[in-house]
């Protein structure tokens, strides 16, 4: 099990309006979980597969100071503000463009050996949110975009206004948990019919006028997240992710991964059992771990964190167990 470790989070960077840019959720529980129980010795290369602001890295590296770290992200401006932020740590740090389905031979290429700890905290930061010309905002106006590689070629738009009805209604229900999605893919699909969707301020409002305000969260929530995790292959992105780890991580190393999706952490948990059954993973969360109340009322975005730690298990063995089932294949 993880015990919080009594570490201060450092000053987080500011971002528009003196809002903090992003404050890393659950940071004494990714740090116990990713470091263990004897930080100054812990030596060799931790993965960063969502880097974001730098928030869980530098803590990190600040911990242990024998680490290092390959931080990665898929967005240009959350890779050059990390670089700021970790500027204090030399040449311990190395930050590299790239995406959770790339993760393997980003990791082969760097020649980094098999890394001793790897973290995935998934989904948007609030620097991508809080700037409206991402197009992640339903509270201010933006082109409707939500890339956060601005090279990937499909735009929320392009989802809005080009797929079917019943394929928008499945998207909303299985990706953003919204019982209403028919309601919405219909109402979409007339209006865009009149002028197609650019901005989130339009889209928005639509879903609002179309669901009613009411209930804790604004109308317009679990379809911009549904949207935003088409948009970004969330769910083959975390798969990418998971059999990088399971690939590279040394034996004794550590998962963490924080999701903010039930289906993502159905996916996280079942990666898991799959591979303690195996023997590949023994999982040291044995429920997922969430935020106390006090970091729930400073940082609404922990409300919805989940996460899940596990350690490598004798990787060696499984060349030998696939070449195996691979032999045993070719017998029959
Ligand atoms: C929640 S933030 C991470 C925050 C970070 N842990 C911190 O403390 O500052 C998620 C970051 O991961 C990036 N990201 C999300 N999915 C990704 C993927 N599949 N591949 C690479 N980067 C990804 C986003 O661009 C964003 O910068």
Known sequence: MIEAMAKQEGPAEPG????PAHTPVLPTEVLAGI????????E???????LGMGGHASLILQTCPKLRLLGV????????????????????VRLRKGHLAGLSRLIRKERIGRPVGALFDL?????????PERGFSFLEDGPLDMRMDVTRERTAADIVNEWDESDLADLFFYEGDETRSRKVAAAIVEARRRVPFQRTAALAQLIATTLGQGGKIHPATKCFQALRRAVNEEGEELLGGLAAAEHWLAEGGRLAVISFHSGEDREVKRFFKDGVRDGRWELLTKKPISASESERRMNRRSRSARLRVAVRQRPELDTASSKLSRGTRGRR
Not at 44 to 50: A, F, L, M, R, S
Not at 73 to 92: C, H, K, M, V, Y
Request: charged share 30%; glycine share 14%.
């Open 73 to 92: 992200d898929q967005d240009d401006l959350a890779l050059t503000l990390a670089g700021e932020r970790l500027a204090e740590f030399g040449d311990r």
């Open 35 to 42: 470091v263990g129980q004897d930080p100054a010795m812990l």
């Open 16 to 19: 528009r309006e003196g809002r």
């Open 44 to 50: 060799g290369w931790v993965v960063d597969g969502t």
């Open 123 to 131: 989904g948007v930061s609030s620097m991508q949110i809080d700037r």
